[in-house]
């Protein structure tokens, strides 16, 4: 019997309107466009504005993209699965929530924290689904509103995230395509360089919470860029090795996006051409688990059915992970 595999069938994404570049973050708190450009290489990004908006929103968008260049009906899809560290509300999940507003009905979803590498592990589970024949059809979403965790009186974070969702749909097959390997990591050590403390069960909100501004991101980024850069790296390069993988071999590197020297570093390591590495830092800023389906979404047009592709990200917790697949259609 030929095995079956989990492809990527189809990508949708969305980013809201308003754009927060550089000079107006010039003007809030201590920074210059120079500092973030040669620091990180962001130039802006979209940030989701009005009262009573949140991930879901975003998501919905991305979900709704993907059924309507397939053609696929609400009803068909059979799972959700919406990596995020921004959810609506604690429960009940924004998965939840995203497949009322895009009417689905016959599905079962949940939300999944694996911080950046989110959408990696949110793939790898779905990918799991396919492949065992329990589920046709999966939507995986990431997504986040970052903004809604960002101290814009902090310069040493606020310059660096974004919001924004995109979504792939995972379906099975037949043909030597789609997710062939994954390496997924956590540690648990690097979980007191970023985090976000307030509001879980060890710190419920309080007024003492919000006064110590607990439910903000804290970031001590010299050590998260010290790590990031390293195990990247190393999870790209040992995938490549053990799937006989050259860098002739290789059609694209996504790598997650949150400073354009940790994607250079990875690059580098992998002796990639620049061109086959996608990068929409400049334009966006770090989306969390949405950056690498942005990515994917962005370049759909330039993808080949067949091309070898290494996502690869890295993030709270630590968190960090590669996966490669092979691209399954060619961009329309
Ligand atoms: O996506 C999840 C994983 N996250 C990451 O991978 C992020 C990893 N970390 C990084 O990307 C970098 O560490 C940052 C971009 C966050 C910071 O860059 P850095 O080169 O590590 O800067 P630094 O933290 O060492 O700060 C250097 C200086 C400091 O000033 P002093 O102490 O040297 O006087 C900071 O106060 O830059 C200062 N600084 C800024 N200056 C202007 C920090 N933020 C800013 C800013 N504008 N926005």
Redesign the pocket.
């Known amino acids: 019997m030929k095995k079956t595999n989990a492809v990527i069938t189809a990508v949708g994404g969305y980013v809201p309107e308003y754009i927060l570049n550089n000079q107006e973050l010039s003007q809030m708190v201590?920074?210059?466009d120079e500092?973030?450009m040669t620091?990180?290489g962001i130039k802006e990004r979209h940030i989701q504005k009005g009262e009573g908006l949140g991930t879901s929103d975003m998501g919905v968008e991305a979900v709704k993209e993907i059924l309507r260049k397939t053609g696929t009906k609400p009803e068909e899809i059979d799972l959700i699965i919406c990596a995020t560290v921004t959810p609506d509300h604690p429960f009940p999940a924004t998965a939840n929530i995203i497949a009322d507003k895009a009417d689905i009905r016959n599905a079962h979803g949940f939300d999944l924290n694996g911080a950046?590498s989110g959408f990696l592990y949110a793939l790898d589970a779905a990918s799991k689904y396919i492949e065992t024949g329990a589920k046709k059809k999966v939507i995986v979403v990431g997504a986040d509103k970052m903004s809604s965790i960002v101290d814009y009186t902090d310069?040493?974070t606020c310059?660096?995230f974004g919001d924004a969702a995109a979504a792939v749909l995972l379906e099975p097959s037949e043909e030597e395509l789609g997710l062939q390997d994954c390496i997924l990591r956590s540690d648990g050590f690097g979980r007191k360089y970023?985090n976000m403390k307030g509001g879980g069960s060890v710190h419920p909100s309080s007024h003492e919470t919000l006064d110590n501004k607990l439910h903000y991101i804290f970031?001590d980024?010299?050590h998260?860029?010290k790590h990031?850069v390293s195990n990247m790296a190393d999870v790209s390069v040992e995938i490549m090795e053990r799937n006989n993988l050259t860098e002739d071999d290789i059609a694209w590197l996504v790598p997650?996006q949150?400073?354009l020297r940790?994607i250079d570093a990875t690059a580098n390591r992998m002796n990639l051409n620049p061109e086959k590495v996608m990068i929409n830092i400049e334009r966006y800023g770090?989306t969390?688990a949405a950056t690498i389906p942005l990515c994917l979404w962005e370049w759909e047009k330039q993808l080949k059915k067949g091309d070898n592709i290494i996502l690869a990200a890295?993030?709270?917790g630590f968190t960090w992970g590669s996966i490669y697949l092979k691209w399954a259609y060619d961009g329309k």
């Open positions: 201590d920074t210059s500092w973030i620091r990180v950046c310069r040493t310059v660096l970023l970031q980024g010299k998260v860029f990031a997650h949150a400073n940790i770090n969390t890295f993030g709270a």
